[in-house]
């Protein structure tokens, strides 16, 4: 895979109106190289790692990416992770610096896991990811999921993908 791409975000099925049917194949098991790709980076407030004000600043990142004309779906990835307890990152990729938000570059080698089920259950795949990447003599630095549907979405497909990204380096000798 090129430096800075994604695997396809397949929008083609959406019954919704919200979020379309994840396709899972493209994105598990990637690996991925990130050389200052670009994000958006904002925060959730939340009460025991469940964000309480996740929609309101989704709405607000979404719209000023789309005002900064900054959103390419060809490389479409929303990586979320937990700061503690009570604080939530979200990192949106964007084609341009967006006015008016706070911008951050990843670099670095990124491998991929889809799980599915219950959001309840990330904790256990997350220790089953990395426990997986320690097999293979791979250390996880940082581990950020990547949401694919709203809880309504997944409600209505049936089906509630949740895509892993860890940073990985080769275990130091």
Same mark, same amino acid.
């Given at each position: 895979?090129?430096?800075? @791409?994604?695997?396809?975000?397949?929008?083609?099925?959406? @019954?919704?109106? #919200? #979020?379309?049917?994840?396709?899972? *194949?493209?994105?598990?098991?990637? *690996?991925?190289?990130?050389?200052?790709?670009?994000?958006?980076?904002?925060?959730?407030?939340?009460?025991?790692?469940?964000?309480?004000?996740?929609?309101?600043?989704?709405?607000?990142?979404?719209?000023?990416?789309?005002?900064?004309?900054?959103?390419?779906?060809?490389?479409?990835?929303?990586?979320?992770?937990?700061?503690?307890?009570?604080?939530?990152?979200?990192?949106?990729?964007?084609?341009?610096?967006?006015?008016?938000?706070?911008?951050?570059?990843?670099?670095?080698?990124?491998?991929?896991?889809?799980?599915?089920?219950?959001?309840? *259950?990330?904790?256990?795949?997350?220790?089953?990811?990395?426990?997986?990447?320690?097999?293979?003599?791979? *250390?996880?630095?940082?581990?950020?999921?990547?949401?694919?549907? #709203?809880?309504? #979405?997944?409600?209505?497909?049936?089906?509630?993908?949740?895509?892993?990204?860890?940073?990985?380096?080769?275990?130091?000798?």
């Amino acid at each position: 895979m090129q430096t800075n @791409t994604l695997p396809v975000y397949d929008q083609s099925e959406n @019954t919704t109106g #919200c #979020c379309p049917r994840f396709k899972p *194949d493209a994105w598990d098991g990637q *690996d991925l190289h990130f050389d200052n790709k670009l994000f958006v980076r904002v925060t959730t407030r939340n009460v025991m790692h469940v964000p309480m004000n996740m929609g309101s600043v989704f709405t607000h990142t979404f719209d000023a990416i789309e005002t900064a004309g900054a959103m390419d779906p060809d490389n479409f990835v929303v990586l979320s992770r937990d700061l503690a307890p009570w604080k939530g990152e979200h990192l949106f990729a964007v084609s341009k610096p967006v006015p008016n938000e706070e911008m951050v570059r990843l670099s670095g080698d990124y491998r991929t896991r889809v799980f599915n089920g219950p959001y309840r *259950d990330a904790p256990k795949w997350l220790d089953q990811f990395e426990d997986e990447l320690e097999a293979q003599d791979l *250390d996880a630095d940082r581990i950020y999921v990547f949401y694919t549907t #709203c809880p309504k #979405c997944a409600k209505a497909y049936g089906e509630n993908y949740v895509v892993a990204f860890a940073k990985v380096e080769p275990e130091p000798n």
